[in-house]
């Protein structure tokens, strides 16, 4: 059995923060129900680039999943979503704080309904905040967590950080709350402050310092020749992390600068120098040419990888980080191995929007013609 077998999850929310985390619990086994708004669903089904009218960023997160299309707003609606409440052992909402109670879903309803219920709310300030009324997405909560104010000027990140670590402490929180669960529980997810837990070095030195860091602030912000990023001679890049003595005695051996081999802890003029000599040696060759040098050798150095690289890599595929899910064909998949963690079933596609609707009716007692009047009526899709 994998670890969450039997559980069962209602996901109301949308977008990466909750989907994230349903997808995290459905790879350890859960069955994950998707709750959706009929007529459009999860806007994650739109998000570009799209292959054969699908979103492939849906497709990965939404995998193994089954999905509902109910209208919350409509009374027919909130009686099959209080029936699929009663078989659920966890409930998920990430809309704004407030949203869920006006339709009659809070924690307070839903604990009367099932008493043992886990129920996680992801939003972006949490439910107690000044904040908590303000819309964003994921460029909005990494600029408040002061994610985006380490270089020079202010760049679209290349990773929703913030969706994801919700999504992440999200999935801990459930699994906490399920090992112990004896009564209903209760877990507000901050998307801001989940980002800025994770900021855990940058955070450090600012209350170390009184001085918020900055490039060249200390050896993990690029300070130091042995913790830093150098050129090759083809436009390429190589990452150096050589900080212990042996790992700096063999880059230094390796590269053939041996005159720098104990400026490393020097002198702010030493330590220029030996940057200087490491960006003379690196400028000497290729990138791929220092990786199957170096990284065999015990130097903490290895190649900046593109995207692509990475997912192409030997490593990636020993690792299996891509899994095939049959109509969406390739995925990113979870590092999480062996037993009891992983999903024991093959893994399917993301489900069309309201795809297992009348499976799921049916097992929810809704007889074929009250099915067809709530679909008629728009109630369910």
Known sequence: MSFLEGVRVVDATRLLPGGYCSMLLSDMGAEVVKVEQPGLGDYMRATPPTKGGRSPVHATVNRNKRSIGIDLKSPGGKEVM?????????????????????????????KRLNPKIVYCSISAYGQESRLSSMPGHDINFQAMAGTMAYSKGAGVPLLQLGDVASGMYAAVGILGALAGRKRGVFLDVPIVGSLLSWMVVPAAAYLATGKAPR?????????????NVYRTSDGGYMAVAAIEEVFWRNLVAALGVPGIQNKRF???????????????????????????????????????????????????????????????????NSPLRG?????????????????????????LGYAAPAVSRLKESGVIE
Do not use: N
């Open 266 to 332: 020097g002198t702010k003029e030493e330590r220029a120098f030996a940057t200087s000599e490491l960006k003379r040696a690196f400028a000497s060759r290729t990138r791929d040419e220092w990786s199957k040098l170096l990284m065999g050798r015990d130097t903490c150095a290895t190649p900046v990888l593109t995207v692509e690289e990475a997912l192409t890599s030997d490593w990636a595929e020993t690792m299996e980080m891509l899994v095939d899910v049959g109509g969406d064909g390739q995925v990113l």
């Open 82 to 110: 209080r029936r699929l409440l009663k078989t659920a052992d966890v409930f998920m909402e990430g809309f704004r704080p407030g949203a869920m109670s006006r339709l009659g879903f809070s924690f307070a309803s839903v």
């Open 339 to 363: 037993a009891p963690a992983a999903r024991k079933k093959p893994f399917t596609p993301a489900p069309d929007l309201g795809s297992d609707t009348l499976s799921i009716m049916k097992a």
């Open 215 to 227: 490039e060249k602030h200390s050896m993990i912000f690029g300070s130091t020749p042995y913790y």
